[in-house]
């Protein structure tokens, strides 16, 4: 089994961007879960969104996970969020940023000992460059298949363009293009 | 003629969009909605397959809940194919015409994404809803995750409307927990999906002009009992057409739904008895409970809420090794003991094993119920087996924060 949770705010694509992640999965034969913390939140409220990935078919539907994965793709709430809630001695941790790893780890004391699970990628600033505004929720994914080499870039590619199919084909090469970037640069 | 809607073998969609393909394949003529929280984007899909010409059918927008379910009644005694969706406050706002609904027998199917009832005001999911429908004349269905929010919208079709039962039906999806976690889901083609439902076949439809007949008149203390006994006999007596239609659905697909689930209940010394989503939880935690302290766990899930299935509560219960049972109620039982304990008690208590009952209130307004909480209840359960007794309060709440709460105690000299 692996979990990941999303730090994001409300409207940054969190909830899309975990069941695009699911559906990638889903045709490779593996079970997923996608779902989020929500309700009546409001545009910029801080919530999260959580996938479970499985070889079998997954019966657990507490909300609450102790995740493989740590996904922040607001740069803020890397300082206002319990990022390290529940975590695992092997917890990696994909946060988007502007500062230099080093930079982020010094400021945030939750992550010193764990500089080693800790990879930074500029989403905001990709997907400015790419999609033409800040929708850190594909990128994001471009990181996450470099850290956790869950798939090829180019198998992941083919497939999220199939998620992405209902969009306007200007906006299905930005995605590509935005989540190659964060691919390469993710450190 | 509506347009095919192209379906991938497995989709990744959550509970709401699940149940919204199954109402546009079963090719509904009219839906009225009005739409609240979890439940809206059932109605909103609806409304969309409509607009794209998915479905030929009508979207009937109304001003309340109340007024839903009234277009619901009158397209249905009309002689449609009717369906709507609803959660919580709407779903109090239409109470006063499920009962109309369901008097005069007409196969409605209404898709509930429970949630908890105000006050406090709370969007998340509990079975308040669930519950306030028991009494209501309706057969009541229980979709544990998304797939079988798919799977038993379509049979609801298929039972509601089948000549010997001609009944509402409500298929229950837990709000948010279901609702709203997308997760591998197998659907049907459309050809196929819409073969297993089936045409539908009105009676006594009013726009039937040459044969006119009268809905929902008045009767007074001469014939009222009667109706309501009948009523009542259609309920219990559409056990076996639910029993067919589920052994249908698995001839089709594979996937097996019973009127009552049960889980290693073969050898088991303690069993914990729930609704909705937090079986499948449950069922995770008894596994690795049976596994990590060979604490012999079983679960029992009526899938059907009503007609509430006493034969088979009764049957699942009726273990040698039984002990201790913890029925687990998801609604405030306002001042009883909860609904689904004073049930499952019943048919227990004409078990041989007559096992120990007590009763947990849990997950009100959406709190999360936990595979390390569902263990500890398991192990008090042991505890009350091992002590030959029960050792705890009666009813007592899980997940609550403050001050321990609980009721009634067995008396013991």
Redesign the interface.
Known sequence: MVEIRWHSRAGQGAVTG??GL??VV??TGK??????LY??AKRGAAMNAYNRIDDE????????MFPDFVFVIDPALAFSDDITKNDKPDTQYIITTHLSKEDLISQIPALQDKADRVHVVDCMQISLDTIGRAMPNTPILGAFMKVSKMYDLDFFLENMKKVLSKFPQKIIDANMEAITRAYNEVK | MAKEFELNEVEVWDGNYAASQALRQAQIDVVAAYPITPSTPIVEGYGSYVANGYVDGEFVMVESEHGAMSGCVGASAAGGRVATATSSQGFALMTEVLYQASGMRLPIVLTVVNRALASPLNVRGDHSDMYLGRDSGWIQIDAFDAQEAYDLALCAFRIGEHLDVRLPVMMHQDGFTTSHKAQNVYPLKDSVAYKFVGEYVPVDDMLDFSRPVTHGAQTEEDWHFEHKAKQHKALMDSRTVIDEVFADFKKLTGREYKRVESYMMEDAEVALVLLGSSVETAVLAAKQLREEEGIKVGIVAPRCFRPFPYDLVREALDVPSLKAVCCMDKSAPGGAMGALFNEVSAAAYSTEARPMMTNYVYGLGGRDFAVDEAKRIMKEQKAHADAGHITTDIQQFSGLRGPKLGFFQTRRD
């Open positions: 975990a069941k699911g559906s889903a045709t079970q997923v879960q996608a779902y989020a309700g009546s078919p997954i019966t657990n539907q507490e909300t609450k």
